[in-house]
T-cell receptor, first 117, second 112 residues
Framework: TQLLEQSPQFLSIQEGENLTVYCNSS?????LQWYRQEPGEGPVLLVT?????EVKKLKRLTFQFGDARKDSSLHITAAQPGDTGLYLC?????????????????FGQGTILTVHP | SQTIHQWPATLVQPVGSPLSLECTVE??????LYWYRQAAGRGLQLLFY??????ISSEVPQNLSASRPQDRQFILSSKKLLLSDSGFYLC???????????FGDGTRLSIL
């Protein structure tokens, strides 16, 4: 069973602080996806990292994929109250079933981020 | 553009009653379809996936079943709900080929 350990589970910070969320696995994934989810809604894809060592930036968010493609991190600079939400990492592996491929996502447990004004 | 719809958004059901949640995708053909369950504020657990009409695979043993009667319709069902079936159910789709999954807005199911 592939597991994805995400930490911390809860993060409560003041506006303007920096934070990092970690996602670690003993398994290699084809890619790793980061989602953000608001209460009562489905997860929304933020970024996909594919190449080992890859770094992607999305405004104040920086995503990094480990060299071995087993771990990833999300760093937020100068957090704002609008960043509050549930952040999920998910490891992607393309799997074949009966000659057709589908994408199997293994999710981390999630990080609930609260940014206080 | 592609869209995904789930309904109902919220459902309260007594223990032992049947269940039917629907998910439809528009704007794409032959998508892969997925049902997930999410505990409050936690990660998603894959329940079922389907690569085509009538093709359903289950990831975990459970009290639920899934069906895909049409290309872009995915249904999650149960004959008799248990208290442990409470949760947030999410439908998702992708086109395969290493493309990301897109999620619906979910159904909050409460069993009393």
């Amino acid at each position: 069973t592939q597991l994805l350990e995400q930490s911390p589970q809860f993060l409560s910070i003041q506006e303007g602080e920096n934070l990092t969320v970690y996602c670690n696995s003993s398994s290699v994934f084809s890619s790793l996806q980061w989602y953000r989810q608001e209460p009562g809604e489905g997860p929304v894809l933020l970024v996909t990292v594919v190449t080992g060592g890859e770094v992607k930036k999305l405004k104040r968010l920086t995503f990094q994929f480990g060299d071995a493609r087993k771990d990833s991190s999300l760093h937020i600079t100068a957090a704002q109250p609008g960043d509050t939400g549930l952040y999920l990492c998910a490891g992607f592996r393309l799997t074949n079933a009966g000659g057709t491929s589908y994408g199997k996502l293994t999710f981390g447990q999630g990080t609930i981020l609260t940014v206080h004004p | 553009s592609q869209t995904i719809h789930q309904w109902p958004a919220t459902l309260v059901q007594p223990v032992g009653s049947p269940l039917s949640l629907e998910c439809t995708v528009e704007g794409t053909s032959n998508p892969n379809l997925y049902w997930y369950r999410q505990a409050a504020g936690r990660g998603l657990q894959l329940l079922f996936y389907s690569v085509g009409i009538g093709q359903i695979s289950s990831e975990v043993p459970q009290n639920l079943s899934a069906s895909r009667p049409q290309d872009r319709q995915f249904i999650l069902s149960s004959k008799k709900l248990l208290l442990s079936d409470s949760g947030f159910y999410l439908c998702a789709w992708d086109t395969g080929d290493n493309q990301p999954q897109h999620f619906g807005d979910g159904t909050r199911l409460s069993i009393l």
